[in-house]
T-cell receptor
């Protein structure tokens, strides 16, 4: 148990569906992250939020829409996804800057797009 | 840009030591990290080392850091089948909120 929870753990959706992934951290951290992990590819940073402000957007397609209402919650809204978006989506949090702080991960949401 | 490299696979026999290697580029990172990922799970922080240290030991884990060569290694003593997983080396991009991960080394422990 890392203090970072994600729901749902598994999600199957069609290309025309709209769904949301939720992440919550109970660690009092300021920064929250979304990563995409596909088979046989490196971990891809998607978005970073610090104190609810987005600090990184790694050229992610607009069919992925993040939302950070407060420093404990992070959402990833999904719409009109493609089969190649099937992956493990990982949420993480950290207390502050990357060079000086540990990062803690949630268990991930396994997404399958049909 | 910053880059972290690891070999992709390592296979060892149960009871032997495993050594997973990593090279990184950002010499200003204060922390360097090792994560473990078991099948279907998220990344679990195993250990980390301050950049002003050469070595850190934590039970069966030993981390060695060679700052001159920007080389980091993770040694697992008395490797068990439960250690089979993917191990990621990571560094923090100084002054940002970005962490740079290696591609991961898949460790397979043979009984």
């Amino acid at each position: 148990e890392t203090g970072v929870t994600q729901t749902p753990r598994h999600l199957v959706m069609g290309m025309t569906n709209k769904k949301s992934l939720k992440c919550e951290q109970h660690l009092g951290h300021n920064a929250m992250y979304w990563y995409k992990q596909s088979a046989k590819k490196p971990l891809e940073l998607m978005f970073v939020y610090n104190f609810k402000e987005q600090t990184e957007n790694n050229s992610v397609p607009s069919r992925f829409s993040p939302e950070c209402p407060n420093s404990s919650h992070l959402f990833l809204h999904l719409h009109t996804l493609q089969p190649e978006d099937s992956a493990l989506y990982l949420c993480a949090s950290s207390p502050g800057l990357a060079g000086e702080n540990e990062q803690f991960f949630g268990p991930g949401t396994r997404l399958t797009v049909l | 840009g910053e880059d972290v490299e690891q070999s992709l696979f390592l296979s060892v026999r149960e009871g032997d030591s495993s050594v997973i290697n990593c090279t990184y580029t950002d010499s200003s990172s204060t922390y360097l990290y090792w994560y473990k990922q078991e099948p279907g799970a998220g990344l679990q922080l195993l250990t980390y080392i301050f950049s002003n240290m050469d070595m850190k030991q934590d039970q069966r884990l030993t981390v060695l850091l060679n700052k001159k060569d920007k080389h980091l290694s993770l040694r697992i003593a008395d490797t068990q089948t439960g250690d089979s997983a993917i191990y990621f080396c990571a560094e923090g991009d100084s002054g940002t909120y970005k962490y740079i991960f290696g591609t991961g080394t898949r460790l397979k422990v043979l009984a």
